[in-house]
């Protein structure tokens, strides 16, 4: 599956590791809450291949100040859906601001920065030529329609608690596809614990991390106030699959947690243990305060289970006693295990027929005569 495929790609190339732990996370992303919610949708999914070789391609530019992966591959999606894009767009102005602030070098730091931007803008402008040929009669033929109009909010507005949006990473939430503001964002319940623990790891950047936590409030933020919500899904409001941006929320929550496993070395039992019951914690928060009115009590303790084979995982990962190659195909079976129970309700994958399509002609011919 190229979803798989592309993100693995990308681990592979930037935190320049290898090994089947790599499978199991390109699995977390592709078999997200997003997909299940979008699959049916082709039209977008090209955007959701091509993301992480634009983000590889954006590493590129900022390190070695190279630009063709980067204008390519955006070129590409913009060409393959101009709406997708302008949320992958606007991700990638601020990732590379925060990707700058985080390796410029203090001395000779105008020097470093300014052939970048230069690329950057160069490279941006480039890729939407390309998309060019198709976006302007688009825009022409949209101005023509109701999603030509732009009503900018009158004032802001909050749509749901944070608590309540983080509860939507468990396994087996119904996934929302009519419903006007919850977004698709679970991926794996393991963020409950490899979260906290990314923030604690020495091995990576603070600055690195102050960044990441910037990308991942601006989404939370996206998902849940009306004004960010409106300026993301291009001056509109979706009617339907509402956050529609939060496949990048995904990418990015995926490459932490792929992170906290290349650098577990350096975590002691302590860091783990306290991530494990902190993220436990929340989920029995959740449990409290949602369980009878919004989730069931299978949903709770699935994650809960999941989240404690994490846990076992991790720690096993940690112990130089134990064969590491054993544990990282244990947390592969994991992963498929997680995926395939939680891919498995009413509302995922569904599959129709021919038939299916002819099913209401009659009505529609007796409608029009």
């Not at 602030?101 to 803008?121: A, D």
Request: proline share 3%.
């Amino acid at each position: 599956m190229k979803f798989c495929k592309y993100l693995t790609y990308y681990l592979k190339k930037s935190q320049k590791s290898d090994g089947p732990q790599l499978i199991a996370f390109g699995i977390a992303y592709a078999f997200s809450a997003y997909f299940i919610a979008y699959y049916w949708n082709v039209m977008w999914l090209d955007c959701l291949v091509l993301l992480p070789l634009i983000v590889l391609g954006m590493d590129q530019l900022v390190k070695e100040n190279k630009y063709f992966l980067y204008t390519v591959a955006l070129g590409l999606s913009i060409f393959s859906n101009y709406y997708i894009s302008i949320m992958i767009c606007i991700f990638l102005v601020f990732y590379f601001i925060v990707r700058m602030l985080s390796t410029t070098p203090l001395e000779n730091c105008l020097k470093y920065v300014l052939p970048r931007v230069r690329s950057f803008v160069i490279g941006s402008l480039i890729a939407g030529g390309i998309g060019a040929c198709l976006i302007l009669p688009e825009i022409a033929a949209l101005s023509y329609t109701v999603s030509g109009e732009f009503k900018f909010p009158e004032q802001w507005q909050n749509y749901f608690s944070i608590i309540e949006m983080i509860s939507r990473s468990m396994m087996n939430v119904e996934v929302s596809i009519f419903n006007a503001h919850e977004p698709n964002v679970y991926c794996t319940v393991g963020i409950f614990m490899f979260l906290p623990m990314y923030f604690l790891c020495k091995k990576i950047n603070i600055k690195e991390k102050y960044g990441t936590g910037f990308l991942i409030g601006l989404f939370l933020i996206s998902f849940n106030t009306n004004i960010p919500n409106y300026l993301f899904h291009g001056m509109h409001f979706p009617n339907s699959l509402p956050a529609r941006e939060s496949f990048i929320y995904i990418f990015v929550l995926v490459t932490v947690v792929y992170q906290v496993i290349v650098h577990i070395d350096c975590f002691t039992k302590k860091q783990i243990a306290g991530s494990f019951f902190g993220g436990l914690g929340v989920m029995l928060l959740i449990e409290e305060l949602y369980v009878n009115d919004t989730y069931t009590f299978d949903i709770i303790y699935m994650s809960m289970l999941f989240l404690v084979f994490y846990f076992i995982v991790t720690m096993a990962l940690r112990n130089k006693k134990i064969n590491k190659t054993f544990i990282v195909y244990v947390l592969f079976i994991v992963c498929i295990a997680e995926a395939t129970i939680n891919s498995d309700h009413e509302k995922s994958y569904s599959t129709t027929t021919y038939s299916a399509y002819l099913e209401d002609n009659k009505a529609i011919e007796n409608l029009v005569n």
